[in-house]
Protein backbone atom coordinates (compact mmCIF):
# COMPACT_ATOMS: atom_id res chain seq x y z
CA UNK A 1 0.00 0.00 0.00
CA UNK A 2 1.73 2.99 -0.78
CA UNK A 3 0.70 6.45 0.21
CA UNK A 4 1.72 10.24 -1.23
CA UNK A 5 3.58 10.91 1.97
CA UNK A 6 5.88 9.13 3.61
CA UNK A 7 5.52 7.40 6.81
CA UNK A 8 7.46 7.88 9.59
CA UNK A 9 9.83 4.44 10.71
CA UNK A 10 8.41 4.27 14.83
CA UNK A 11 11.66 2.57 15.40
CA UNK A 12 11.70 2.44 19.54
CA UNK A 13 8.44 4.77 19.61
CA UNK A 14 4.49 3.78 20.04
CA UNK A 15 2.30 4.79 17.72
CA UNK A 16 1.04 7.08 20.49
CA UNK A 17 4.24 9.08 20.08
CA UNK A 18 2.60 9.99 16.35
CA UNK A 19 0.99 13.71 16.52
CA UNK A 20 -2.59 12.56 15.79
CA UNK A 21 -2.45 15.18 12.33
CA UNK A 22 0.11 12.92 11.33
CA UNK A 23 -2.70 9.92 11.43
CA UNK A 24 -5.51 11.81 10.40
CA UNK A 25 -3.58 12.98 6.89
CA UNK A 26 -2.18 8.92 6.73
CA UNK A 27 -6.22 8.02 7.34
CA UNK A 28 -7.28 10.75 4.87
CA UNK A 29 -4.47 9.43 2.55
CA UNK A 30 -5.36 5.81 2.65
CA UNK A 31 -9.33 6.45 2.18
CA UNK A 32 -8.10 8.64 -1.10
CA UNK A 33 -5.98 5.81 -2.70
CA UNK A 34 -8.41 2.79 -1.64
CA UNK A 35 -10.59 1.81 -4.75
CA UNK A 36 -13.65 0.29 -2.09
CA UNK A 37 -15.02 2.27 0.62
CA UNK A 38 -13.09 1.10 4.04
CA UNK A 39 -14.89 -0.13 7.09
CA UNK A 40 -13.27 1.84 10.66
CA UNK A 41 -11.59 -1.47 11.49
CA UNK A 42 -9.92 -1.92 7.42
CA UNK A 43 -8.91 1.86 7.75
CA UNK A 44 -7.46 1.34 11.66
CA UNK A 45 -5.91 -1.77 9.81
CA UNK A 46 -4.13 -0.25 6.78
CA UNK A 47 -2.88 2.34 9.15
CA UNK A 48 -1.01 -0.05 11.41
CA UNK A 49 0.07 -2.23 8.58
CA UNK A 50 1.68 1.25 7.55
CA UNK A 51 3.49 2.04 10.50
CA UNK A 52 4.92 -2.07 10.73
CA UNK A 53 2.70 -2.73 13.84
CA UNK A 54 -0.12 -5.69 13.88
CA UNK A 55 -2.24 -5.64 17.07
CA UNK A 56 -4.92 -3.42 17.11
CA UNK A 57 -5.70 -3.48 21.10
CA UNK A 58 -8.43 -1.31 22.72
CA UNK A 59 -5.62 1.51 23.49
CA UNK A 60 -4.48 1.48 19.88
CA UNK A 61 -8.00 1.61 18.82
CA UNK A 62 -9.07 4.17 20.74
CA UNK A 63 -6.05 6.51 19.52
CA UNK A 64 -6.85 5.37 15.70
CA UNK A 65 -10.52 6.36 16.71
CA UNK A 66 -9.11 10.28 17.91
CA UNK A 67 -7.29 10.57 14.95
CA UNK A 68 -10.14 9.56 12.66
CA UNK A 69 -12.52 12.06 14.25
CA UNK A 70 -9.66 14.98 13.39
CA UNK A 71 -10.11 13.77 10.00
CA UNK A 72 -13.98 14.55 9.70
CA UNK A 73 -13.59 17.42 11.78
CA UNK A 74 -10.85 18.80 9.27
CA UNK A 75 -13.05 17.64 6.36
CA UNK A 76 -16.47 18.99 7.46
CA UNK A 77 -14.17 22.27 8.00
CA UNK A 78 -12.94 21.95 4.43
CA UNK A 79 -16.77 21.82 3.05
CA UNK A 80 -18.01 24.92 4.85
CA UNK A 81 -15.11 26.96 3.65
CA UNK A 82 -15.24 25.52 -0.23
CA UNK A 83 -16.46 28.39 -1.98
CA UNK A 84 -15.67 31.06 0.70
CA UNK A 85 -13.21 33.92 0.05
CA UNK A 86 -11.63 34.11 3.38
CA UNK A 87 -12.01 37.89 5.37
CA UNK A 88 -8.11 38.19 5.21
CA UNK A 89 -8.72 38.65 1.15
CA UNK A 90 -11.85 40.18 1.21
CA UNK A 91 -10.62 42.98 3.29
CA UNK A 92 -7.53 43.59 1.80
CA UNK A 93 -9.46 43.90 -2.01
Known sequence: M???GRVRELGLSELFDVPLDEIAHLMSDVTDRA???L???ELMRAV???YELV???PRVQT???AGK???HQRKEEQAMWAGK???AVRSSA
Open 2 to 4: ETT
Open 35 to 37: SIR
Open 39 to 41: TDE
Open 48 to 50: LYL
Open 55 to 57: RLT
Open 63 to 65: YLE
Open 69 to 71: QLL
Open 85 to 87: TPL
